[in-house]
């Protein structure tokens, strides 16, 4: 069975950071885009930061370009997302999401288009 399991959510208060983690359980994604996206409450869940197969190419929503940046580590079979200078607007469950297709060329922002998810970790950021 198939598994990605977030942690490292909690409450920091404005500028503050948090260091996301997803391990994939079951199989390996080393092939396979990895992505975070997050949901607040009485919104769509967004699209946050991509990483590619290979590692070598990233990709950012506007809003936390410049304050977040995704990694992976396929030795462990994990990615993380590092938070810096975090926002209130930053509070929603964040969601780690593996790819559906193999060694995809051209990085995708679609929820559609992930076909395993992890079941949320809540960042809650103060003010």
């Known amino acids: 069975q198939v598994q990605l399991v977030e942690s490292g959510g909690g409450l920091v208060q404005a500028g503050g950071s948090l260091r996301l983690s997803c391990a994939a359980f079951?199989?390996?994604?080393?092939?396979?885009?990895m992505a975070w996206f997050r949901q607040a409450p009485g919104k769509e869940r967004e699209f946050v930061a991509a990483?590619?197969?290979?590692?070598?190419?990233?990709y950012y929503a506007d809003s936390v370009k410049d304050r977040f940046t995704i990694s992976r580590d396929d030795a462990k079979n994990t990615v993380h997302l590092q938070m810096n200078s975090l926002k209130p607007e930053d509070t929603a469950v964040y969601y780690c999401?593996?790819?559906?297709?193999?060694?995809?060329?051209?990085?995708?922002?679609?929820?559609?288009?992930?076909?395993?998810w992890g079941q949320g970790t809540q960042v809650t950021v103060s003010s």
């Open positions: 990483v590619s197969w290979s590692g070598g190419s990233t």
């Open positions: 999401a593996a790819d559906g297709l193999f060694r995809r060329v051209v990085i995708s922002t679609t929820r559609w288009t992930y076909r395993y």
């Open positions: 079951g199989r390996t994604f080393s092939d396979y885009y």
